[in-house]
């Protein structure tokens, strides 16, 4: 037979597999009827013993605590502006992952100034 390297846990794990495994007998000996419950039988302080060395190796639901912060909910709407500028300036690539096409800025060159708006203007070549 090959040889094969022990394996090594960690002390948490080891506690995690022994409170596993006192778990499943206390849960054993919580719901054993009959003759089971001879084979299961447990002293009170073997009770108390399990408690504490599965409190150590399984966390308790009171121990675990769930919660959902949105970090935007605080957030003002101008510093939320602020971060997207930011992120937009060092990532210009997201503009066109997202599929946003960035309006141009209307900018008049010096010699096309015209005296009539431009609005003005379109309507008067359209109705002659």
Same mark, same amino acid.
């Given at each position: 037979?090959?040889?094969?390297a022990?394996?090594?846990?960690?002390?948490?794990?080891?506690?995690?597999?022994?409170?596993?495994?006192?778990s499943?007998?206390?849960?054993?000996?919580?719901?054993?009827k009959?003759?089971?419950l001879?084979?299961?039988r447990?002293? /009170? @302080?073997? +009770? =108390?013993a399990?408690?504490?060395?599965?409190?150590?190796?399984?966390?308790?639901l009171?121990?675990?605590? *769930? %919660?959902?912060?949105d970090?935007?909910?605080?957030?003002?709407?101008?510093?939320?502006?602020?971060?997207?500028?930011?992120l937009?300036?060092?990532?210009p690539?997201?503009?066109?992952?997202?599929?946003?096409?960035p309006n /141009? @800025?209307? +900018? =008049?060159?010096?010699?096309d100034?015209s005296t009539?708006?431009?609005?003005?203007?379109?309507?008067?070549? *359209? %109705?002659?």
């Amino acid at each position: 037979m090959p040889y094969r390297a022990p394996h090594k846990l960690d002390d948490q794990t080891k506690d995690k597999i022994r409170a596993e495994i006192l778990s499943r007998r206390v849960y054993r000996y919580a719901n054993a009827k009959g003759h089971a419950l001879d084979k299961y039988r447990m002293e /009170p @302080a073997q +009770v =108390q013993a399990a408690k504490v060395l599965i409190d150590k190796g399984k966390p308790s639901l009171q121990a675990v605590e *769930t %919660s959902t912060a949105d970090p935007f909910e605080d957030m003002s709407v101008e510093t939320m502006v602020e971060q997207c500028k930011a992120l937009i300036l060092s990532h210009p690539e997201i503009i066109q992952a997202l599929n946003l096409i960035p309006n /141009p @800025a209307v +900018v =008049q060159q010096t010699g096309d100034m015209s005296t009539e708006p431009v609005v003005e203007q379109v309507i008067k070549d *359209t %109705s002659t």
